[in-house]
């Protein structure tokens, strides 16, 4: 028999309204899941299996009834550790947050349990979602499913390595320069970072507010517009939320792409790609173009400055965000003082981790008088070429296709410089500065590991990659495969 | 490229306690970093507005409707410390 983890999320969901499976089964056999994986994965920083077990619970009454059904109803997600959860510790991966337990549930969290999620566990991520391994979680670094030396890539890597484990059906993650798609491509799944103010940040820990989105990673396209769908659409507590309505993504999936406009950005081809990565990129284009794609190269010439405009931009909000933790409201305190700027100085300087630190400094330097106009309005400048770049583009073109991650998963501890760290956005940073949507998917494989093709859309067109993504998936089966020694 | 001086100012400005260290370490890996940035210095932006957000959203408003707040025990429950409803905090302003 099937084991029930590895079932997709659009197959589990006809089971249960067939009730020839119970969300109490579906859960009960992701919890054993990972009690027997996670020890060597460690994806979650909690794992909520009493809660999930109530929640299945519920689901079965709701799938009896057969009233209010949401496709997610009953289905088991992982949530990243930086999505409030009501009443739930909610640490973002940071000392600073170790014991705190958000008063709310975020507004993804409110349209996740309307829905009926069972949601089996707070998800590892690098501090305050700053890094790309996850190995700046001030716990401990989760390990890619692929291969245990590697890492799943990050922040948002322990969402990742739950989905690809099969320790979870979806997941959640956060995005503001790759860290849902970079993970999605070292992990083998599709993840996707919505258009900006698709989905609301309402709830979302801060780290670049101009940035960060929600966004969901799954084992297909069609679960991933399920994911998203559930999730997507206006709210009035984020002011920077669209308006825009929501398009149907599951009816978007035609498995036709013939005279699809996909453009090949021609200054993703960096020195510094693997040329296994480049091959096998190059091969999905190809396979693109034999679907009936129309393929044409495209130029995106402010792409060299993307990285640069970026570790300003995003450190100067995440100076500004990161300046509420100051001791006194929530979160860790240094308290062996009676001196208020002693205390609150002491309550950062061992609250924050050394990649959190850093991030403060380049953005207050970048902020302070001086250097605001060389540094700071600089980057917002060029921040409005690459986005003009973009709109240009797509004036020509339904879809741009480029790898989404330079490597393949590397090993825990193998990058120690921390610009060597940020060029691993270096593919996926551009659509956070346009806003516009990005997704990574399951492109193939070299030496076993998993390389992420991305494919990036206009605003508000998370149908056109999702369309792209579902076609390539039905015609190749990189998608379906497990990590093998796990 | 950056000294120590600034690192020390820059630490102050973000009320960032630092061990001897980590001024050392950051003034080098902040230096290293802002080295790659530079290349910003390059892009010709003459003519060009700074791009604060990408909402595509201007002057979002909304009826001032009073609404149900949160108890101040809930608000204050993961509180460091506190007295009666109010948050405790060292003094501000020492007496002379």
Partial sequence: MTELYTLSIHEAKELLRQRKISSVELTQAHLDRIRAVEPKVKAFTLVTDELAMKQAREADQRLASGENLHPLT???????DVICTKNITTTAGSRMLENFK????????????????????????????????????????????????????????????????????????????????????????????????????????AFGS?????????????????????IAGHDSRDATSSPQPTQDYSSALTGNIKGLRIGVPEEYWVEGTQPAVVKVVRQAIEHLRKMGAEISPVSLPHTKYGVAAYYIIAPAEASA?????DGVKYGYSYRDTSEMWEAME???????????????????????????????????????LIAQDFEKAFERFDVLVS????????????????????????????????????????????????????????????????????????????HKQWPGNL | ??????????????????????????????????????????????????????????????????????????????????????LKVNAVLEEE
């Fill in chain 1, 321 to 325: 965000n990161l300046a509420r933790y």
């Fill in chain 1, 74 to 80: 009953g289905i088991p997600i992982a949530i990243k």
């Fill in chain 2, 1 to 86: 490229m950056i000294d120590r001086e600034t690192v020390q100012n820059v630490a102050r400005l973000a009320r960032l306690g630092l061990s001897e260290e980590e001024i050392e370490i950051f003034k080098n890996q902040l230096s290293s970093i802002l080295g790659h940035i530079k290349i910003l210095q390059e892009a010709d932006v003459s003519g060009i507005s700074p791009t604060a957000h990408v909402s595509r959203l201007t002057n979002i408003t909304r009826e001032d409707i009073p609404q149900p707040s949160y108890p101040p025990e809930v608000l204050l429950a993961n509180a460091p410390d506190q007295e009666d409803d109010y």
């Fill in chain 1, 210 to 230: 101009s940035l960060d989105q929600i966004g969901p990673f799954a084992r297909s396209a069609r679960d991933a517009a399920i994911l998203l769908q559930a």
């Fill in chain 1, 102 to 205: 958000p008063p709310y549930d975020a507004t993804v969290m409110e349209r996740l349990h309307t829905a009926g999620i069972v949601m089996v566990g707070k998800t590892n991520m690098d501090e305050f979602a700053m890094g790309s391994s996850t190995e700046h979680s001030a716990f401990f670094p989760t390990r890619n499913p692929w291969d245990l030396e590697r890492t799943p890539g990050g922040s948002s890597g322990g969402s990742a390595a739950a989905v690809a484990a099969g320790m979870a059906m979806g997941s959640y993650g956060s995005d503001t320069g790759g860290s849902i798609r970079q993970p999605g491509s070292l992990c083998n799944l599709v993840g996707l970072k919505p258009t900006y103010g698709r989905v609301s940040r309402f709830g979302l820990i």
């Fill in chain 1, 403 to 478: 790898p989404a991650s330079p490597k393949v998963a590397f090993k825990l501890g193998e990058i120690s410089d921390p610009y060597e760290m940020y060029l691993q956005d270096i593919f996926t940073i551009p659509a956070n500065l346009a806003g516009i949507c990005g997704v990574s998917i399951p492109g193939g494989f070299s030496e076993g590991l998993p390389v992420g093709l991305q494919l990036l859309g206009n605003i508000f067109r998370e149908d056109s990659i999702l369309r792209t993504a579902d076609a390539f998936e039905q015609s190749t089966d990189y």
């Fill in chain 1, 346 to 384: 002491k309550t950062r300087a061992f609250g924050f981790g050394a990649e959190v630190k850093r991030r403060i400094m380049l953005g207050t330097y970048a902020l302070s008088a001086g250097y605001y106009d060389a540094y700071y309005i600089r980057a917002q400048k060029i921040r409005a």
